[in-house]
Every structure is written in C-alpha cells, then in structure tokens.
C-alpha cells in the first residue's frame, strides 16, 4: 500500500488528539450513563463521582454479593439499567444514548474506552466463491497466479471508540475518534502455513450531535460527520485503500435503531488508485437495522452503489447474536454480494459465520 493514501487522514486524526488534550473531563450528572463505559475502573470512578462517593472513606468490598460488572461488551441488563435514586426510578437511556452520550445527563467526559461495532470471533467463515485472484482495474493491482486458498477459515473484529472533545460548540457536539480491524485468517490452510488472507483496518473521526425530532413515529436521535480511511496494509497486488466522508443519520422507536449511513469518496489520482471503481461495488452508502429482543440483538446491513446500469452493485448483512454463558454471547452472520472485505470489493459471494461476541452493534 502507498503511504499516501494514509497520510492526510491519519495526520487528521493526530491532530484532533493534541487538539483535544486540553478539554475537559465534566463530572457525570446522570448515573445511568456510567453503565456505558468498557473499562472497570473508569466504570467504577463514574459511579462513585456520581453518586458522591468520592468523599467517603474507603470501604471493604463486600463478598456477599455477585459480581455482574461487564468487563468487555453491551450487557443488556447494564446499559439498559435503571437505578432507585431519590425514591424514584430512572428511565433507561436509549440504545444510541448510551453509546454516544448523547443527552446532557449521559455525559461522561472525555478519553473513556466505549464500544464500536462489533467484536466477535469466528472460529468458522466459511464461503463456496473464496476469491483467490483478487483484480482491480489497475494492473498493477490484479494478481496474476492463483492463490492457494480453503473455503473455510477464521475471522475476527475489534472495535472501540473515545470521545476526544466534549462540546466543541460550546454544548453541542462532540468529537469521537474509533479504529476498527477486520482479520481473515486462513487458520486450517496448513499447505500454505496459515497465512492472514485479509486485515482491514479502518481509523475514523466523527462530530457527533443530540438531535430530537420526528419522523413518521421515528425519533432523529443523532447527526454526525466524519473522515474515515480504510487499507489492507498490504503491496501491490493486493494492496487496496480508500478515503470517505462520511454522514450519520440515526432513528429510534422502541426497541428499533435505524442508522442511515451515504458516504463521498474522497477522489485520488488515477495512476495511484488500488481500486478505481471501488465505489461502484462497496456503494455510496449503507443501512443498519438493529432489533433488541429478549437479550438477543438482531442486525441487518444493506447497502447499494446507488447507481444504474451495470454499475449498480450492492450487499446485505444479516448477523443475529444471543446470550450464552455470562458475558459471552454467540454470533452468527451471514452476507450475500460484494466487498465483505476491502480485498473482496469488487467479488460477489455468500459467506457464513459461526462464533461469539463480546460487543454488539453501537
């Protein structure tokens, strides 16, 4: 991969991060917004801020009771919390609230470790189409000689957030910066000694805003604007890139979260392009659908080039993940059309997935 396809977006990111290390922490005013955050110990700092606690003196742990603190992941029971405070009973924070401290009383600050998308690990993804001759329109991206490559392999995500800037208009909008990293691990090709097939990684910043307003039944919950790369990391001829703008549309009603997600590629030259008409096959924009049911999580991604002709290219992701034992939950996923990898963009197959998750979707 050419460094410069990295360079303007990884020297935003840098920039916001010193940008940011003058903001401030504000106390938490709400403590239905503490259950949010992924660490344990900024967890139990926002609880005892919140409830005063950090006046009083130490007190013994007590062994009496069960430990239900979620150490990595979207506990349902936790996020969706409601806590007895005053004689009264809070209303439970929304599913994007919780994870955007949207509102003024789910504040919590900067530099907290918050969940992303989702982090699963399937130990079985399996496809029938595996791509082993990954082409583009640029020869110098097209790979000549078959690679030796199983159907069946291993994958992982990880994903995490921080807010780096809290009110950057005074008290609206704050700014978030993630990473998110995508592994394809040909774990049982032992006649090609196991190689990573495929590892996307994918920075990103967004200026996220509270909104609240509706729409036939729908409440707008969220307004955001980012700058997202993502790259293979890898040489020609599978060395694949590219920059976006992208907006972020987000509606809830009950137990329903719908993010609208069109994106503007950010052009590049064409001799240095890895992948020219990447756009009419990952699309100009996505849909995520996600149903919460009796601690179950149902999602469903759809997403198109918005284009006619044969340049109209699109895929659906459906992955439904439920409870297991403890924190664990089990995932499956299922996704049918093109770019299921940055490798893949332009290789229509179906692919299934089988293994369990730590974190749900937002």
């Known amino acids: 991969m050419k460094p410069c396809h990295a360079a303007a977006p990884l020297a935003l990111l840098a920039s916001l991060f010193v940008c940011a290390g003058h903001a401030q922490n504000p106390d938490p005013t709400d403590i239905r917004a503490c259950a949010g955050i992924e660490s344990d110990s900024q967890r139990l700092a926002c609880y005892d801020k919140a409830t005063g606690r950090v006046n009083l003196p130490t007190a013994r ?8 603190s979620n150490v990595f992941g979207h506990d349902k029971g936790a996020t969706s919390a409601t806590v007895e405070a005053n004689n009264e009973v809070s209303k439970p924070l929304s599913l994007l609230d919780s994870r955007w401290e949207l509102s003024p009383e789910s504040k919590l600050g900067t530099f907290n470790i918050r969940g992303y998308k989702p982090v699963y690990v399937m130990p079985a993804f ?50 978030w910066v993630g ?55 890898q040489s020609d001829p599978l060395s694949r890139s590219w920059n ?54 149902f999602g469903l991604m759809l997403r198109d080039s918005l284009w006619g002709g044969n340049e109209n290219h699109g895929a659906a992701k459906f992955t439904w993940s439920f409870p297991l034992i403890g924190n664990l939950r089990g995932y499956t996923e299922v996704f049918k059309g093109y770019g299921e990898s940055l490798i ?19």
């Open 244 to 297: 976006r703008l992208i907006a972020d549309v987000g509606f809830e009603r009950g137990d329903w979260t719908i993010m609208f997600r069109p994106w503007w590629r950010i052009p590049e030259s064409r001799a240095n392009d890895n992948n020219p008409d990447i756009s009419n096959y990952m699309g100009r924009g996505d849909m995520q659908i996600i149903r919460e049911w009796k601690g179950q999580e």
């Open 344 to 362: 893949d963009y332009n290789h229509n197959a179906t692919y299934v997935g089988l293994g369990i998750s730590l974190l749900d979707w937002y």
């Open 126 to 175: 399996a496809t029938s189409n595996q791509n082993d001759a990954p082409h583009s329109p640029n020869p110098a991206n097209t790979v000549t000689t078959p690679q030796q490559l199983d159907n069946v392999e291993a994958a992982f995500q990880l994903s995490l957030k921080t807010k780096v800037w809290q009110g950057v208009f005074g008290n609206a909008g704050d700014l």
């Open 179 to 233: 990473y998110t990293q995508d592994s394809y691990w040909q774990l049982y090709n032992s006649q090609a000694s196991r190689p990573f097939r495929e590892t996307d990684y994918e920075p990103d910043a967004i200026l996220m805003f509270n909104t609240n307003y509706q729409v036939f039944g729908w409440q707008g919950r969220l307004l955001g604007i980012g700058i997202d790369h993502q790259s293979n990391g």
């Open 61 to 68: 742990k007590r062994t009496d009771q069960p430990d239900t």
